[in-house]
């Protein structure tokens, strides 16, 4: 009997239970309930008319597409700033130390409100009108990081023999560039446009706060429509829709990521 | 372009004067080297021995303090390696995963701007060459470690370089595959006609394969030579030591042709030494005969254990005055056995002591105190006065070995060890970077941390 008690709490899965409760409550039930609202009107029956209606309206279409617009550009944008910033951190005779690693990743340590509020701020202060511009900006200043570190990560992991050998064979640093270490690098820049773009798409404070309510992005609609009650169900099935395009967006990013390191070469 | 024309013909590679320090640590120290077109020449060591960074020098990664290393008679110190004119095989193959075997092979070709018939005739060549026909296609993740060792072989000789670069190519091969590659890297040298410079840890494999040895130790050349050279005439106690098994002793040269180790004088080939001179002994163990208790022995002595090897047995053999000898012969002498031994003349080798007892610069710090090895030694009263600078010897069985670190005046490291037959010869490296050498019969290991005591009594001072 002893053993058995002992057994069990020695056990992982055993460990692993708490997690799984919490798990079952708030990601997988919400999820079910999202899924039971979304086909369902504000009595109750159940009905396809709430996805019917995003196509209809063009209200929510149009924000989507122009949501999606936005986050291609945010991501371009942390693209063009933030990989050139990995290079260059990932060099080790450069970056001797870990503190400018730390210094590019610190923005990641304060919430991202504060960081919008300040940038609003900001913009008041200079006197710079807000609106799409100053949404970019401060959408491309908060996800910036989340573009930087993986980036960073896998740059610093590629192996520095495979540099030298390419070298070794006649490569100027240009072509050790464009035929090792860019290539090489692909997987991180794939893992920060997952960290970018999607949840670029659902935000709604910043897009709020920086454009004083008037530009409004997928996930203002979404939030506008969950909080009141006779548009719940549109809104659940709003998010579903989201959940989904996420959902194929990752499929799309581990289906590459075996042909990853092939299509590197034609580059 | 005037000392171009000064080189001597035939040279690929020169290296003159070449140092390299890393930070404050040396690497290399004063190496000179020249190979001839189409040599075959082996880099031996112990790691750390910097025959890797000499290696890294030649190929561009690494640009040496000091020195200059010239290509075909041309200067190339300061040259990026992408126009060097050699290729390198890296230990660990460095091949690049995003790319396929074809691909990989044809990545130098492609950056000169080969037309792709060219290309794909020269890859298939390479190929060929390495045994790995219809593998062009393959994911280079998808290979085993021999088959991605050819094709990183196959991606340098592709280019058709002047020189060949092998960092430890075969290291990470298991013992079969590593003597089939030998033989196969052997063979390539032959056919392709290019130099090859191989660095290894490996002294069997540096013996198989090479033209020429270089023997290094702690950044400087021990010895050039032929294999048989290096085997048969190892010029000091480390090279002995590092190629092949031997026995190496402490004895005195009495005049020309006669040698006096182990308590008995050996009659040999060697002169020129001088009379009376303290000298070290090299005996290989194949070259010590052993048989039963016989009238006309040269020593005797009684077998302490007996190993089978393969093709011989390994014996150890005690002499009645206590010195410990290795004997490979075909016949197994079990152990307690009394035996008899004979040494041939020509099979005893005699190398110069490179020193006789410790030498270091000290300066007067006090009466009975001085400054060495950057630590502050006792010493016995002497009257000279502060500030002066002397010598200080000490006999190499003078200085106290201690477990404990901090009870050492000095700290250091245990790094190498001879032993001598009835006494081990170690070099400890202090953390200054100085040498101390030291006769002791406690059995230490290679890379012990050790404190360091010498008696005041111990201390020669010499002031000139």
């Known amino acids: 009997m002893r053993q058995k008690i002992l057994r069990f709490f020695t056990r992982r899965s055993t460990w692993a239970s708490p997690y799984i409760l919490f798990l079952l409550l708030f990601v997988v039930l919400p999820l079910i309930l999202i899924g039971l609202y ?39 944008l942390c693209i063009l700033l933030g990989y050139p910033a990995a290079y260059i951190l990932s060099d080790k005779e450069f970056n001797t130390s870990k503190t400018l690693v730390l210094l590019f990743i610190l923005p990641m340590w304060v919430n991202i409100l504060i960081r919008t509020l300040a940038t609003v701020s900001l913009f008041d202060i200079t006197g710079i009108p807000l609106g799409q511009g100053a949404l970019l900006f401060g959408l491309t200043y908060d996800f910036l990081p989340f573009m930087i570190y993986p980036i960073y990560n896998t740059m610093t992991k590629i192996d520095k023999n495979l540099i030298e050998a390419a070298q070794d064979l006649g490569a100027n640093h240009l072509q050790v560039f464009v035929k090792v270490i860019f290539p090489l690098s692909l997987p991180g820049v794939l893992s920060g446009i997952m960290m970018v ?69 034609l580059i | ?25 040396q690497v290399l120290d004063d190496v000179n080297l020249s190979v001839k077109k189409g040599e075959f020449v082996t880099i031996l060591g112990p790691s750390g021995c910097g025959k890797t960074t000499l290696l890294r020098i030649l190929a561009g990664f690494e640009t040496a303090t000091e020195g200059e290393i010239l ?60 045994g790995m026909t219809d593998y062009e296609h393959r994911d280079v993740n998808s290979l085993s470690g021999g088959q991605q060792q050819r094709v990183a072989i196959a991606r340098a000789i592709v280019n058709q370089p002047q020189v060949l670069l092998l960092d430890e190519p075969l290291a990470a091969l298991d013992l079969k595959m590593r ?46 030579g032929t294999p048989t050279d290096i085997y048969n005439e190892p010029k000091n106690c480390f090279v002995a030591d590092f190629i092949g098994e031997s026995n190496i002793l402490n004895g005195t040269m009495l005049e020309d042709r006669l ?35 016989t009238e006309n022995a040269m020593l005797t002595g ?53 020193r006789t007892c410790n030498t270091f610069g000290a300066v007067v710090e006090d009466d009975t105190h001085i400054e060495m090895l950057g630590a502050s030694f006792e010493c016995l009263p002497h009257g000279l006065e502060k500030g002066t600078e002397v010598k200080v010897e000490v006999d190499f069985n003078k200085i106290d070995l201690t477990d404990d670190k901090e009870d050492g005046v000095l700290e250091g490291n245990v790094h190498l060890i001879l032993y001598k037959g009835n006494i081990y010869h170690l070099t400890i490296v202090t953390d200054e970077h100085d040498h101390l050498y030291v006769d002791t019969n406690d059995v230490w290991d290679d890379g012990d941390m050790v404190g360091i005591n010498i008696k005041p009594e111990d201390m020669r001072i010499i002031h000139d």
């Open chain 1, 38 to 76: 979304a086909f369902m009107d504000y009595e109750g029956r159940f009905t396809v008319s709430n996805f019917t209606k995003f196509i209809e309206q063009p209200e929510a279409l149009n924000t989507f597409i122009y949501s999606v617009g936005m986050a291609i550009v945010t991501t371009c």
């Open chain 1, 197 to 265: 773009f999607l949840p670029t798409i659902s935000t709604f404070a910043i897009s709020e706060l920086l454009t004083m309510n008037d530009i409004r992005l997928f996930g203002s609609i979404i939030q506008e429509n969950i909080m009141l009650s006779d548009t719940m169900n549109y809104g659940a099935a709003l998010s579903l829709i989201m959940l989904l395009i996420i959902g194929i967006t990752c499929l799309f990013d581990n289906s590459s990521k075996d042909s990853q390191l092939n299509q590197g070469g």
């Open chain 2, 1 to 25: 372009m005037a000392d171009q024309r000064l080189e001597p013909v035939g040279n690929i590679i020169d290296i003159k004067h070449v140092s390299k320090w890393f930070k404050d640590k």
């Open chain 2, 71 to 130: 290509i075909a008679g041309e200067d190339i110190t300061q040259t990026p390696p992408h126009k060097r004119p050699m290729n390198t095989v890296f230990q660990r193959y460095a091949l690049f995963p995003h790319l396929n075997v074809f691909d990989n092979i044809a990545f130098g070709l492609k950056l000169k701007n080969f037309k792709s018939d060219i290309i794909e005739e020269k890859v298939h060549r390479a190929l060929k060459m390495v």
């Open chain 2, 179 to 224: 003597k089939d590659m030998q033989m196969e890297l052997k063979e390539m040298h032959k056919t392709l006609g290019i130099t090859f410079i191989y660095v290894t840890h490996d002294q069997e494999e540096a013996l198989t394969l090479s033209d020429t040895i270089v023997v290094m130790s702690e950044g400087v050349i021990q010895q050039i």
């Open chain 2, 259 to 293: 040698v006096r180790f182990m308590d008995t004088d050996f009659k040999c080939v060697d002169e020129g030494f001088g009379c009376n001179v303290p000298v070290d002994v090299v005996i290989r163990p194949e070259d010590i005969y052993i048989m039963t208790p």
């Open chain 2, 302 to 354: 009684k077998v302490t254990s007996c190993i089978f090897k393969g093709v011989h047995y390994e014996m150890t053999v005690v002499t009645p005055n206590g010195y410990e000898l290795m004997i490979q012969d075909y016949h197994a002498f079990e152990p307690e056995q009394e035996v008899s031994l004979i040494i041939k003349p020509s099979d005893i080798h005699v190398m110069e002591k490179e």
